[in-house]
């Protein structure tokens, strides 16, 4: 530290009213040159820890609001990138098709429950018929033989 700065320093530590007119003039320096010396507390200060954790604060808010503004960008094209409208379409176009094919397996199913019901149905009268058949034959047969045949 210079010799004024030291000067200027006990008159601030002091409380003493400093004019920095007379400093500037008696010392043969600016003005400006005065106030720095006289504001100047060395990395002790407060203000200028605050000053520069509020500048880094900041710059810390730009960075963020820069990442922010990326990611919404890339968000933005993703969403509306032609890879992605047509996966939508070719998505929704799946999901119709898996639908059309859930209907028609199920309109299936029903079907074949009514057939087989069907062809049970018919199995019993053939069977029926069978019978009756076997016992016509049987009584023609009988019938036959008693007209010596």
């Known amino acids: 530290m210079t010799k004024y700065e030291n000067i200027i320093k006990k008159k601030a530590q002091n409380k003493e009213p400093i004019d920095l007119d007379a400093i500037a003039r008696k010392y043969n320096m600016s003005v400006t040159d005065v106030k720095k010396i006289k504001d100047d507390r060395r990395?002790?200060?407060?203000?200028?820890?605050?000053?520069?954790?509020?500048?880094?604060?900041a710059g810390l808010k730009t960075k963020v609001h820069d990442a922010e503004l990326e990611t919404s960008l890339v968000k933005a094209v993703g969403m509306n990138s032609?890879?992605?409208?047509?996966?939508k379409a070719?998505?929704?176009?799946?999901?119709?098709t898996l639908k059309s094919r859930d209907y028609t397996r199920q309109h299936d199913y029903q079907f074949l429950i009514d057939e087989n019901l069907r062809l049970e149905q018919e199995k019993n009268e053939v069977i029926m018929d069978n019978k009756k058949l076997s016992y016509q034959i049987e009584d023609q047969v009988n019938r036959l033989r008693k007209a010596g045949m």
């Open 43 to 57: 990395p002790l200060d407060l203000t200028r820890q605050i000053g520069e954790l509020q500048c880094e604060i």
């Open 90 to 96: 070719e998505i929704t176009q799946l999901k119709e």
């Open 82 to 87: 032609p890879e992605m409208k047509a996966a």
